[in-house]
Nanobody
């Protein structure tokens, strides 16, 4: 049974720097590209970052560059997202996914999804 389980979300203050984790099981974690996406209320799901399965090359949309960092630990089957200097507009449900990491990150390239973890940025 394939599972991706996110953690690390919650209520944070503007300027905080939380780190999300996503643990995968039931599939060959090390052979998949991994991505982070987010969806805010009333908005479409958007890409945050992804990391390739070989070499660990990363890709970020312009909206994430400079504040978000994606990484992975294949020994622990865990994906991470370090988020820095969060803003209220970063409030969303954050999802991890397994599939194919391309320079143009699109949900269509991902076949396995987690349930998401809520991140709320508010003072």
């Amino acid at each position: 049974q394939v599972q991706l389980v996110e953690s690390g979300g919650g209520l944070v203050q503007p300027g905080d720097s939380p780190k999300l984790s996503c643990v995968g099981s039931g599939f060959a974690f090390e052979w998949f590209g991994l991505g982070w996406f987010r969806q805010a209320p009333g908005k479409e799901r958007e890409a945050v970052a992804c990391i390739a399965e070989v070499g660990g090359a990363t890709s970020y949309p312009d909206s994430s560059k400079g504040r978000f960092t994606v990484s992975r630990d294949n020994r622990k089957s865990t994906l991470y997202l370090q988020m820095n200097n969060l803003r209220p507009e970063d409030t969303a449900v954050y999802y991890c996914a397994a599939g194919r990491c391309l320079q143009n990150i699109t949900p269509d390239e991902y076949e396995y999804w987690g349930q998401g973890t809520q991140v709320a940025v508010s003072s």
